[in-house]
């Protein structure tokens, strides 16, 4: 993706993200009386229109309504020409209005605008991320699983000696492997021992933990293999890491509101995406 391309996605997910924040905080509205799509395209007269962000509502049967934005994070100015393309837009998908939101604008482009009743023009300041404070203090902890190790001693009513991690365990009447078992009580003992962990005042990097957990468990209430289980102790000794992730963009959209997002988090063959906006 061009560097060009990647300034025009950042201020359309900027206004993306504001606009399904105003949505959700209105009265009335929920995630299932709107939907917010970006680069939608339609086809009308085998004409293909590309819309940087399209907005549905549905309120009631009879009562839908869409609006259209279209987003330039240019240097220099828009002007008049981009005006008259996307009055056309709003008249080929039957948008009710449509949001031109760019850093600035010429003179002919105002006026241009001016005479579409359905535009309105919006200021959109791009802030510098490499100085924009890092909002509410966001940051992840993540838990290196190749580096934790459980240990467990589960005593039944034989001590029989070692079980098998298939073995068949009832717990509060639900069945499940051995193994599945260990695995959720690993991770309660994790997340209760970092419960004491000030994440939000620990700097970027590496932290090492050793959790331990006792349980005694009723008659009945724990049955591994068909045995009782009286008493078990874990500990665990794992890893985890405070990520810090640095703002990557910062916009306000004048009279809408401001969106900041975060480089993105690598996590388990997957990416954790996070952005803070408010209105």
């Known amino acids: 993706m061009s560097d060009a391309s990647v300034k025009g996605k950042a201020l359309e997910d900027a206004v993306c993200a504001i606009e399904r924040c105003i949505l959700e905080k209105s009265p009335g509205y929920s995630d299932k009386t709107f939907r917010i799509f970006s680069k939608k395209v339609i086809v009308v007269d085998e004409v293909r229109h590309e819309i940087d962000v399209w907005v549905e509502i549905d309120i009631a049967p009879g009562y839908a309504t869409r609006f259209i934005f279209e987003c330039k994070n240019w240097k220099e100015k828009v002007g008049k020409n981009e005006i008259i393309v996307f009055s056309e837009k709003i008249s080929v ?71 098998e991690n298939d073995a068949p365990v009832l717990a509060a009447g639900v069945v499940m492997p051995l193994k599945d078992y260990i695995t959720a009580w690993t991770r309660e003992a994790c997340e209760e021992r970092l419960r004491s962990f000030g994440s939000g005042e620990a700097p970027a990097g590496h932290y090492d933990f050793e959790a331990k957990s006792t349980r005694t468990f009723k008659d009945g209430e724990l049955v591994i293999d068909g045995e009782p289980v009286i008493q078990g102790e874990i500990v665990v000794n794992f890893r985890i890491e405070v990520v810090r992730p640095a703002v990557v963009s910062h916009f306000v959209v004048e009279s809408r509101g401001r969106a900041y997002s975060y480089e993105s988090i690598p996590f388990g063959g997957a990416f954790l995406d996070a952005s803070f906006v408010s209105t």
């Open 93 to 163: 998908s039957r948008a009710q209005d449509g949001i031109f939101v760019a850093k600035s604008f010429t003179s002919d482009a105002e006026a241009q605008a001016r005479k579409d009743p359905r535009i309105t023009l919006l200021l959109a300041t791009a802030h510098d991320p490499k100085t924009s404070p890092v909002p509410v203090g966001y940051h992840a902890v993540l838990q290196d699983l190749a580096q934790t190790r459980a240990s467990v001693s589960l005593h039944t009513t034989r001590n029989r000696g070692r079980l």
